[in-house]
T-cell receptor, first 113, second 111 residues
Framework: DVKVTQSSRYLVKRTGEKVFLECVQD?????MFWYRQDPGLGLRLIYF???????EKGDIPEGYSVSREKKERFSLILESASTNQTSMYLC????????????FGEGSRLTVL | GQQLNQSPQSMFIQEGEDVSMNCTSS?????WLWYKQDPGEGPVLLIA?????ELTSNGRLTAQFGITRKDSFLNISASIPSDVGIYFC???????????FGTGTRLTIIP
C-alpha cells in the first residue's frame, strides 16, 4: 500500500519555538509538497520540491522553510512559530510520470500558543 | 496565487438525497481532479478528468469537465452516511507540477 507518513498528528508549541514537521513517502516519487489547510481557504501551497536538494516557493512561503536531503523525505520548518501559523499541515507527493495524482499524508495539526 | 471558486461552501442534506457541487476558474486548465477528505485524514483522489466535455463516473459519483475548460462539476447520487467530509476540486496544466485547489465543500448528512 502506497503511503505518505507525517511524523506528528498533533503538536502544541509556544510562540517563538522552532518547529519541524517531517514527511516520508515510500513511492519513490520525485515531487513533494507542503500545504496548509484553513477553514474557508482550502489548501494553500507553502513549498514544493521536484528533486533532492531542490525547493520552490509556493503561494504562501513566508515564515516557512523546507529541506529535502533525501528523495523520500521532505521537512517543513517554522523557524520561529507564530499564532497565525496554527493550522493543519498536509504533505503530499506525486510522480513526474503518469497522471499527476497527489497522495496525501494524514496531516499534522499544529497549535501555536 | 490563484484559487478555484468552489460552491457551495457547505451542504446539509438528508441521507438518500442527491448532491451537486461545482468549481469555476477565470483560467483555463487541461486537467480537473476531485478529492474527498474524511474527518481527520488527508484528501484522497475520487475522479480525474483530462478532456473538455468529459463525463466520468466512479460508483455513485459523477464528474464533468466543462467545455470551456474553466469549470467542473461533481454529483453524488443517493447519499449515504460515509459521504460526509470535505470535497475539493483541483486543477492543473501539463508541464506545471503544482495543483490549484478549490476552497472545499463540506458535506453533512442530517439523520
Amino acid at each position: 500500500d502506497v503511503k505518505v507518513t507525517q511524523s506528528s498528528r498533533y503538536l502544541v508549541k509556544r510562540t517563538g519555538e522552532k518547529v519541524f514537521l517531517e514527511c516520508v513517502q515510500d513511492m519513490d516519487h520525485e515531487n513533494m509538497f507542503w500545504y496548509r489547510q484553513d477553514p474557508g481557504l482550502g489548501l494553500r501551497l507553502i513549498y514544493f520540491s521536484y528533486d533532492v536538494k531542490m525547493k520552490e516557493k509556493g503561494d504562501i512561503p513566508e515564515g516557512y522553510s523546507v529541506s529535502r536531503e533525501k528523495k523520500e523525505r521532505f521537512s517543513l520548518i517554522l523557524e520561529s512559530a507564530s499564532t497565525n501559523q496554527t493550522s493543519m499541515y498536509l504533505c503530499a507527493s506525486s510522480s513526474i510520470l503518469g497522471q499527476k495524482e497527489l497522495f496525501f499524508g494524514e496531516g499534522s495539526r499544529l497549535t501555536v500558543l | 496565487g490563484q484559487q478555484l471558486n468552489q460552491s457551495p461552501q457547505s451542504m446539509f442534506i438528508q441521507e438518500g438525497e442527491d448532491v451537486s457541487m461545482n468549481c469555476t476558474s477565470s483560467s483555463i486548465f487541461n486537467t480537473w481532479l476531485w478529492y474527498k477528505q474524511d474527518p481527520g485524514e488527508g484528501p484522497v483522489l475520487l475522479i480525474a478528468l483530462y478532456k473538455a466535455g468529459e463525463l466520468t463516473s466512479n460508483g455513485r459519483l459523477t464528474a464533468q469537465f466543462g467545455i470551456t475548460r474553466k469549470d467542473s462539476f461533481l454529483n453524488i447520487s443517493a447519499s449515504i452516511p460515509s459521504d460526509v467530509g470535505i470535497y475539493f476540486c483541483a486543477a492543473f496544466n501539463f508541464g506545471n507540477e503544482k495543483l490549484t485547489f478549490g476552497t472545499g465543500t463540506r458535506l453533512t448528512i442530517i439523520p
